[in-house]
């Protein structure tokens, strides 16, 4: 019974913004790093950003400073916060869950396309 389903995706214009939202469920919150995954088509799915439970947080060199990932605890939610979007940007996003305290198999979500373009 566990959910990750993501919102927020569209169609944006070079320079614009979206926030993607994550919202978890059958899950304790807490006992898991999350994180923002995109896929492009005909390209390996790579990390985007992650943050944990005390809001660590990490991103791929290609976002930094673009992306803002954040977490909401009370209501067990994730955001991806996307600002000067470039093409490069179009993608599948996906939401992940790992489990903090040793080997597991994450948890996906079933995926929110952003596409930039003019």
């Known amino acids: 019974q566990v959910q990750l389903v993501e919102s927020g995706g569209g169609l944006v214009q070079p320079g614009g913004s979206l926030r993607l939202s994550c919202a978890a469920s059958?899950?304790?919150?807490?006992?898991?790093?999350m994180g923002w995954y995109r896929q492009a088509p005909g390209r390996q799915r790579e990390l985007v950003a992650t943050i944990t439970s005390s809001t660590s947080t990490n991103y791929a060199d290609s976002v930094k400073g673009r992306f803002t990932i954040s977490r909401d605890s009370a209501k067990s939610m994730v955001y991806l916060q996307m600002n000067s979007l470039k093409p490069e940007d179009t993608a599948v996003y996906f939401c992940n869950a790992n489990w903090r305290y040793g080997i597991r198999p994450d948890y996906w979500g079933q995926g929110t396309q952003v596409t930039v373009s003019s």
């Open positions: 059958g899950i304790v919150f807490s006992n898991y790093r």
